[in-house]
């Protein structure tokens, strides 16, 4: 299995514009995990969906931040307008289970940048 | 909530055994206790569970005492490969995973 798939691997785009990020999880899990990984706050999970469908999107900073999950196989999160503190490493996840598992795979991340 | 503690940092030399403990005082009857591997510039990579006594894999052991009120991961004869930040997660009490500053371990020769 190849694992958790991210794209972009690295994006620096200019504040202001629209930034999406996307993720294949793994063949047959049926959860998806957003994070994001900062020097300051750590690593901190935005949202996650069971079976396609979004169940805690507590941890999404503001509106600008979306996230969609329109089939089993691919994710996309999405940040409109871009701001500097959005720079970070996201990170996706998938696991078997649904509900919150503690046995997740992370893909790579996706360094942001932006300017 | 089951809060965790656990050491900042450590260092150690190559080949020796590394025991990294953590402090999860209000465990709840229903978590499990998860460590978790990050390499710089990668994602987390589960590398073991366990809910009591202990547990052992290819990569590590866990030991749970009977109060489940701690764990520490043992990892035999590292290599400066090992070199990483752990961390050590309770649940799934907690309503997500909360990964904390985790122990930033330097392996060195």
């Known amino acids: 299995d190849a694992g958790v798939i991210q794209s972009p691997r690295h994006e620096v785009t200019e504040m202001g514009q629209e930034v999406t990020l996307r993720c294949k999880p793994i063949?047959?899990?049926?959860?998806l995990f957003w994070y994001r990984q900062t020097m300051m706050r750590g690593l901190e999970l935005l949202i996650y969906f069971n079976n396609n469908v979004p169940i805690d999107d507590s941890g999404m900073p503001e509106d600008r931040f979306s996230a969609k999950m329109p089939n089993a196989s691919f994710s996309t999160l999405k940040i409109q307008p871009s701001e500097p503190r959005d720079s970070a490493v996201y990170f996706c996840?998938?696991?078997?289970?649904?509900?919150?598992?503690?046995?997740?795979?992370f893909g790579p991340g996706t360094r942001l940048t932006v300017t | 909530l089951a809060k965790t503690t656990q050491p900042i940092s450590m260092d150690s030399y190559e080949g020796q055994e590394v025991n990294i403990t953590c402090s999860h005082n209000n465990i709840a009857t229903n978590d499990y206790i998860t460590w978790y591997q990050q390499f710089p510039s990668q994602g987390p990579r589960f590398i073991i569970q366990g809910y009591k006594t202990k547990v052992t894999n290819e990569v590590a052991s866990l030991f749970i005492p009977a109060d489940r009120k701690s764990s520490t991961l043992s990892l035999p004869r590292v290599s400066l490969s090992d070199t990483a930040v752990y961390y050590c997660l309770v649940g799934p009490s907690a309503s997500k995973l909360t990964f904390g500053t985790g122990t930033r371990l330097q392996v060195t020769l």
């Open positions: 063949s047959g899990h049926n959860s």
């Open positions: 996840a998938s696991s078997k289970v649904q509900g919150i598992s503690y046995e997740q795979y």
